[in-house]
T-cell receptor
Framework: SQTIHQWPATLVQPVGSPLSLECTVE??????LYWYRQAAGRGLQLLFY??????ISSEVPQNLSASRPQDRQFILSSKKLLLSDSGFYLC???????????FGQGTRLTVV | KQEVTQIPAALSVPEGENLVLNCSFT??????LQWFRQDPGKGLTSLLL?????REQTSGRLNASLDKSSGRSTLYIAASQPGDSATYLC??????????FGKGTSLLVTP
């Protein structure tokens, strides 16, 4: 079965500090990988997606970046966090656009 | 740009009732539509995936329908239980890779 690991579950970081969130996937090969952010009172916003190693597409200009160093590893980063980066970050994967998407358990990030 | 709307935003029903959640989308050229459930503070759990060529999918007490031409999907929950309380989200996929989400319906089933 397909499993998505996200860590940490919660994170409190000061403004201006760096960020690294990791997502790893098991049980599938060459998945499409996604980073979404869910802010209070708003829907899920797509931040990045990747269709293969080293291939990253960004949906919105922002303070964040993503990398895919291995087939089943997706990393979300920031050099300097802003207050507005606070939110619930979710990693997702699916085999293709025609298949079911699965989400991880998320990371609650609070920037103080 | 695909816009996804879910109505109602919140719903409270007594246990045992059958209920319908609605999802509408503006661009009918979709690949598929997927329904999810989200418990507070948790990730999304996939419930049902409907391909654009399908009209409905069923899983246990859940039935999802799709009318692509009118840009609508419904999620029917039979004999609701308190454990069904959660936020229900629909997401559509168009020609891009993204899942475009609605803001969800928050469901409360009271004993």
């Amino acid at each position: 079965s397909q499993t998505i690991h996200q860590w940490p579950a919660t994170l409190v970081q000061p403004v201006g500090s760096p960020l690294s969130l990791e997502c790893t996937v098991e049980g599938t090969s060459n998945p499409n990988l996604y980073w979404y952010r869910q802010a209070a009172g708003r829907g899920l916003q797509l931040l990045f997606y990747s269709v293969g190693i080293g291939q990253i597409s960004s949906e919105v200009p922002q303070n964040l970046s993503a990398s895919r160093p291995q087939d089943r590893q997706f990393i979300l980063s920031s050099k300097k966090l802003l207050l507005s980066d606070s939110g619930f970050y979710l990693c997702a994967q699916r085999g293709s656009m025609n298949t079911e998407a699965f989400f991880g358990q998320g990371t609650r990030l609070t920037v103080v | 740009k695909q816009e996804v709307t879910q109505i109602p935003a919140a719903l409270s029903v007594p246990e045992g009732e059958n209920l319908v959640l609605n999802c509408s989308f503006t661009d009918s050229a979709i690949y598929n539509l997927q329904w999810f459930r989200q418990d507070p503070g948790k990730g999304l759990t996939s419930l049902l995936l409907i391909q654009s060529s399908q009209r409905e999918q069923t899983s246990g007490r859940l039935n999802a329908s799709l009318d692509k031409s009118s840009g609508r999907s419904t999620l029917y929950i039979a004999a609701s239980q308190p454990g069904d309380s959660a936020t229900y989200l629909c997401a559509v996929t168009n020609s891009g890779y993204a899942l475009n989400f609605g803001k969800g319906t928050s469901l409360l089933v009271t004993p």
